[in-house]
C-alpha cells in the first residue's frame, strides 16, 4: 500500500477504527502510523516531581520509531539512526538554556541506534552520546529494537538486552525501560525478565491492524503489570480512542500541540485517565527518520495557568507517575497471548534454529564455565562473535517480521536478514562448544594406545541417558565405565552420514562428565532396547502402533495397567501432521535406542522417527518436513484424558492455561487465544491422577482444543502444535511458501506421569532438549580426573540452574536459578575444588546490584517462588585473571532516583 493510502486510513481516525473487537484492518493497511516507540528510559536529566491538585503535568516524548525494512533496508534504516541521532544531539545542545521543561530530548526505540553510533562514529563523538543518555536528553530502552518475543525462549530475551547490560557497566549508568510496542499483546513472562533485567517502567502503543484482537476498550489505563514472581513494571498502555496516531496509539504525539489539547480537555480521555501527570508518546510513525523541533516548541506553547507540558524522554514522566499516584492504581498480572509474534512461524526452520543455538548456549556455556575454571583467559578473545550473537537474539523477532508490506518490497531481503541473525547465534554457540569440548578433552590425561573419551552433562542433577560419540573404527569393540569398569550398553547409528558409537550412560553427574574407554574385542551381550513387530514399538513401560503418516495411533503404558494414552481426535492421534500414506522400517536397533522410521508423503512429504529409549520413559519423536508449505501445518496431540488441566511454559513463566475468571492466568479482555506458546513443555494432567507431559524443541505455538482467536477452550486433552504457516496478524499475511525453505525439523519427547510436578516437566523437558556432549580424551596431563567430575551441587533440584556461563566481563561465572516452584526455596551452589570467594547479586543481563551471601565456600540464597535470580560468582583464580583481562572493578551503577530532582552519576 502507497504511504499516502496508511496516513489517509490513520487520519480517519475513530471512524477508520470502528471495526469489530475481532476483525482489523490489514496490517499495513492500518500500520498507521509509526510506533510510538518512544522507550524512554535510562536516567533523566531532572524528574518533576508535584503534588497532586496542582497544575496537570503533560509529558510528550518524540521518537522515531523502527519499523525495520518498512520504508527502506537495513543498511538505510542504520545510517537514519546515526543521521537521527546526531541532530538531536545538536538540538539538545542548542535548547540547552531554555528551562528544562523545554530542552529537547528525544527517546530511541532500541539499543541497535547506539551500537551502530559507537561501531561507525569517533570515540569522542560517542562519549558525548554517552553524557546526553545519562543527563536524559537522549533515552533508549533495553531492548535492541521493536520485537515481539510471545514465542522467543527466556533466554533469548534476556541475551537480546545483553548490550544495554555492558552498556551500564562500561558507563556506569542504568537502563529503566523495556518496550514491546505496536503488537496487540503481550506475554505475561516478560515482565518478570524485564524486572529482572533491572527495568522499571514500559509504555504500550498499539497498531490496531491487521490483528484479530480488540484493544480500544481497556479496563485499565496504567497499572502495575506484575509477574509470577512478584515483580512488576509500571506499564501504560493506554485505551486506542482515535486511532494509532493518538492516545493509545503507537505514534500518540503525532501532532503534539494537538495530543496536549486532548488529553487535557477530552472527557472521555478523563474519565478513562483521571491522573494529572500524563504521558503522550511516539512521533515517528512509519517514517524512515524524524527530524523535528516542534516538541519543544509545543511545550513553550501550549504550557499555560493549567498545565505544564514537559518535553519528555519518557522517563520522567514515568517517576513523576509513580511518586505522585504509584500507591492507588492496580497491580494485575496477565498474559494477553500471541498476534504478530506468530509471523516468526512463516519462517519455520530459521525460527526453530534459532532455538536451536539459543538451547545449545546451555552445554556450550556450561562446558566454558568448568573449563574456564582452570583458564581464567579460555574466554579472551570471543567478545565480538559473543556480542553479535546477543545483538542478532535482540534482532531476530523485530516486529515487521513477514509483515505484507515489507514482503511485498524486500521479501528475500528480509529472509536473508533473518538468516544472519540466526547464523551469529548459531556460529557463537557451536563454535563455543567445539573449543570448550577440546579445551576439557585436553585438560583429562590420555593413555597411550587406549581410545576414551568424556561424557558430559550440562544440567544441574545427575542423570542416565544415551550419548553419541563420533567414531570412524572398527565395530568389533566394546565400551568400558572408567568409574567401575563395567561394560556399558552400546551401538551404532548413522546421524546426516556420520557414524556415531551411541552408549547408555549411567549416573553422569551434574555439570560433569564421566570417562569411557573404548576396547577391542567382545564385551557382555546386552538385549535390544525395545522390540519390533511390524508397525509396534514396545519395551517395558509403553507399547507404541505408529501409522504409515508418522502418528501414533496407540500408546500402552504398561506400567498403568495398560492405560490407553491416546485418543481419537478427527481421525487424528499423536504427533499426527494429517493424512497420508507412507512406509515403516526399522531405522536402528540395539541396546540402546530402537528407532522407527517413517517416510510419508502427506499431507506434505516428511519423515518421523519414533524411538524408544533403554531405561528410560521418554518417547522421543523426530519429525523433518521436506518440502515447502503456504498453508497452516500442525502436529496433533490427541491424548486419552478426561477433565483436563493442562500448564505450559510461556516466556519466562510457566502458565495455567485458562482465563483468569477460572482460575488461569490469561486475560478475558483484549487478548488472543487461538495459538498459545510453547517453550520447553506443555503438561496435560487428566481428573484421574495420570497426566502427560510433551517436551517441545523447537515449535513455537500450539492451539488448545478447539480454542479461536476470541475463545480459549481448554476441555479438551488435545493440542495442535503449529508446525508452521502463515497464521499471525489477522492470518492472511506473512511470509509466503516458508520463504522457499524445504526442510524443517521439529522435534518432541512425551512421557506419562502420575501427577503434574512443574519441576518434573521442566527437569524431563531439559533432559530431552540438551543431550550429553561427548569429546575425545587428549590431555598430556592430569588436570582434571580421569575418571569423573562434577563441577557443580545444587542444594534444591526444583530450583533450575538456567544458565551457568562465563561472565561477560570476565572475573568469574554467572549463574542464574529460576525457581519453578509455588514457594520460596533456600539453595546452596557450590563449585567443586574452587570455594566461592566473592558473590554478588546481579541484573539478567548481568550488572551489578548488590552483594550475595556465600556460607562455606557456597553461594546461600533464597529464590522466591516462580522468580529467577542471577550471580556473578568468583573464586580466588578467577577473582585474580580479572586484572590480567583488563578488567575494571564492577560498581554498582545508580539507578535513577524518583524521590529527587536529579540524577547523580
Known amino acids: ?85 546526531d541532530y538531536y544531539l545538536d538540538l539538545a545542545d542548542s535548547t540547552a538554556a531554555n528551562p528544562s521543561d523545554y530542552q529537547s530530548r528525544f527517546n530511541c526505540d532500541g539499543t541497535l541506534w547506539i551500537w551502530e553510533y559507537e561501531r561507525n562514529k569517533s570515540a569522542q563523538a560517542f562519549t558525548r552520546l554517552i553524557d546526553r543518555i545519562k543527563d536524559g536528553h537522549i533515552s533508549v530502552p533495553m531492548n535492541a529494537l521493536v520485537v515481539c518475543l510471545g514465542g ?38 516478560l515482565i518478570s525478565l524485564w524486572a529482572g533485567a533491572g527495568a522499571k517502567y514500559s509504555w504500550k502503543g498499539i497498531c490496531q491492524c491487521d490483528t484479530l484482537v480488540g484493544a480500544f476498550n481497556r479496563p485499565r489505563e496504567i497499572y502495575w503489570a506484575q509477574g509470577l514472581d512478584g515483580r512488576s513494571i509500571l506499564m501504560k498502555w493506554n485505551s486506542m480512542m482515535n486511532g494509532n496516531m493518538s492516545i493509545g496509539g503507537y505514534a500518540e504525539a503525532r501532532n503534539p500541540s494537538a495530543i496536549v489539547d486532548f488529553v487535557d480537555g477530552d472527557l472521555n480521555f478523563r474519565a478513562r485517565y483521571p491522573y494529572d501527570v500524563i504521558g503522550a508518546f511516539g512521533h515517528g510513525w512509519d517514517d524512515l527518520k524524524t527530524l ?42 496477565l498474559s494477553f497471548g500471541n498476534d504478530w509474534d506468530l509471523f516468526c512461524a512463516a519462517l519455520a526452520e530459521e ?132 568409574t567401575d569398569k563395567s561394560t556399558v550398553p552400546h551401538q551404532f547409528v548413522t546421524i546426516k552420514g556420520q557414524r556415531y558409537l551411541r552408549i547408555f550412560a549411567e549416573n553422569v ?74 512406509t515403516i522400517s526399522v531405522e536402528s536397533a540395539g541396546p540402546v535406542t530402537v528407532t522407527l522410521l517413517v517416510t510419508s508423503s502427506g499431507p506434505v512429504a516428511h519423515t518421523s522417527r519414533i524411538t524408544l529409549i533403554r531405561n528410560s520413559e521418554r518417547i522421543e519423536i523426530d519429525n523433518n518436513i521436506s518440502q515447502a508449505f503456504d498453508d497452516k501445518q500442525t502436529w496433533r496431540f490427541s491424548f486419552n484424558l478426561d477433565s483436563p488441566d493442562i500448564w505450559h511454559e510461556e516466556v519466562g513463566a510457566i502458565l495455567h492455561a485458562g482465563l483468569t475468571s477460572a482460575g488461569g492466568h490469561y486475560s478475558t ?50 493440542l495442535d502444535v ?115 570467594i566473592d558473590a554478588q547479586t546481579v541484573t539478567h543481563i548481568e550488572t551489578p546490584t548488590g552483594g550475595a551471601a556465600i556460607a562455606a565456600g557456597a553461594l546461600s540464597a533464597t529464590v522466591g517462588a516462580h522468580a529467577m535470580e542471577s550471580y556473578l560468582l568468583a573464586d580466588a583464580q578467577s577473582a585474580a585473571a580479572a586484572p590480567l583481562l583488563g578488567l575494571p572493578e564492577l560498581p554498582v551503577p545508580p539507578m535513577p532516583d524518583a524521590k529527587t530532582d536529579s540524577f547523580n552519576v
Not at 482489523?24 to 493497511?29: A, D, F, Q, V
Request: proline share 2%.
Open 152 to 189: 522467543a525462549p527466556a533466554e533469548a530475551v534476556l541475551r537480546g538486552m545483553y548490550y544495554a547490560g555492558k552498556l551500564e557497566r562500561a558507563h556506569n549508568f542504568r537502563f529503566s525501560m523495556a518496550i514491546a510496542m505496536e503488537n496487540q499483546t503481550l506475554s505475561l513472562g
Open 669 to 718: 479482555q483484549n487478548a488472543r487465544y487461538d495459538w498459545l506458546t510453547l517453550n520447553h513443555f506443555v503438561h496435560v494432567q487428566g481428573g484421574a491422577g495420570v497426566g502427560v507431559t510433551l517436551s517441545n524443541w523447537e515449535a513455537y505455538f500450539m492451539r488448545l482444543g478447539a480454542s479461536t482467536d476470541s475463545e480459549l477452550d481448554v476441555t479438551k486433552a488435545r
Open 351 to 482: 525460527s526453530a534454529a534459532v532455538k536451536r543455538a539459543v538451547e545449545l548456549l546451555r552445554s556450550s556455556e556450561a562446558l566454558a564455565s568448568l573449563v574456564t575454571f582452570y583458564q581464567p583467559l579460555f574466554m579472551s578473545g570471543w567478545e565480538s562473535l559473543r556480542d553479535s550473537a546477543w545483538m542478532a537474539l535482540g534482532l531476530y523477532w523485530e516486529h515487521n517480521f513477514g509483515q505484507a508490506g515489507v514482503w511485498s518490497v524486500f521479501g528475500q531481503q528480509r529472509v536473508a536478514w533473518q538468516k544472519a541473525q540466526r547464523k551469529a547465534v548459531k556460529k557463537y554457540s557451536k563454535k563455543l562448544l567445539k573449543s570448550a569440548v577440546a579445551a576439557l578433552g585436553g585438560m583429562i590425561k590420555a593413555k597411550a594406545n587406549k581410545t576414551r573419551f568424556f561424557v558430559f552433562n550440562p544440567l544441574h542433577w545427575t542423570r542416565s541417558d544415551y550419548a553419541d560419540f563420533k567414531y570412524t573404527g572398527s565395530e568389533a569393540v566394546y565400551v568400558r565405565d572408567r
Open 722 to 836: 503449529l508446525a508452521g504457516g502463515r497464521v499471525g496478524g489477522d492470518g492472511t499475511h506473512g511470509i509466503p511458501n516458508q520463504g522457499g525453505y524445504t526442510k524443517l525439523q521439529q522435534r518432541f519427547a512425551l512421557t506419562a506421569t502420575d501427577g503434574y510436578s512443574a519441576a518434573e516437566s521442566m527437569r524431563f523437558a531439559l533432559g530431552h532438549q540438551n543431550p550429553f556432549v561427548t569429546g575425545a580424551i587428549t590431555g598430556s596431563e592430569s588436570v582434571l580426573s580421569s575418571k569423573q567430575f562434577s563441577l557443580v551441587s545444587l542444594s534444591d533440584p526444583d530450583v533450575m540452574l538456567w544458565a551457568l556461563k562465563p561472565a561477560d566481563d570476565g572475573g568469574g561465572v554467572v549463574a542464574r536459578l529460576w525457581n519453578v516452584t509455588d514457594s520460596a526455596r533456600g539453595v546452596q551452589l557450590a563449585f567443586t575444588d574452587h570455594p566461592i
Open 292 to 333: 523535528t523541533d516542534e516538541f519543544v516548541t509545543a511545550a513553550q506553547n501550549q504550557s499555560n495557568g493549567s498545565r505544564r507540558v514537559i518535553v519528555s524522554n519518557e522517563h520522567d514522566f514515568f517517576v513523576d507517575f509513580e511518586a505522585t499516584y504509584g500507591t492507588q492504581i492496580e497491580t494485575t498480572a
Open 509 to 582: 553427574p551434574a555439570v560433569g562428565y564421566k570417562v569411557y574407554e573404548i576396547r577391542v574385542g567382545t564385551g557382555e551381550s546386552f538385549s535390544d532396547a525395545a522390540t519390533v513387530s511390524g508397525n509396534v514399538l514396545e519395551n517395558g513401560k509403553y507399547r507404541l502402533t505408529v501409522a504409515p503418516n508418522g502418528a501414533i495411533t496407540s500408546w500402552i503404558d504398561k506400567t498403568r495397567g495398560n492405560a490407553e494414552m491416546a485418543r481419537d481426535a478427527g481421525g487424528r492421534f499423536i504427533n499426527d501432521l494429517g493424512s497420508g500414506g507412507g
Open 1 to 85: 500500500m502507497e504511504f499516502h493510502e496508511k496516513q489517509d486510513a490513520a487520519v480517519s481516525g475513530a471512524a477508520a477504527h470502528t471495526c469489530d473487537s475481532h476483525a482489523g484492518p490489514s496490517r499495513r493497511e492500518a500500520l498507521q502510523i509509526g510506533l510510538a516507540l518512544a522507550a524512554g528510559w535510562m536516567l533523566p536529566l531532572r524528574i518533576n516531581v508535584v503534588q497532586q491538585g496542582a497544575q496537570k503535568r503533560i509529558y510528550i516524548a518524540a521518537d522515531d520509531h523502527t519499523d525495520y525494512f518498512w520504508s527502506a533496508d537495513d543498511a538505510t534504516y542504520r545510517q537514519a539512526f546515526i543521521e537521527m541521532l
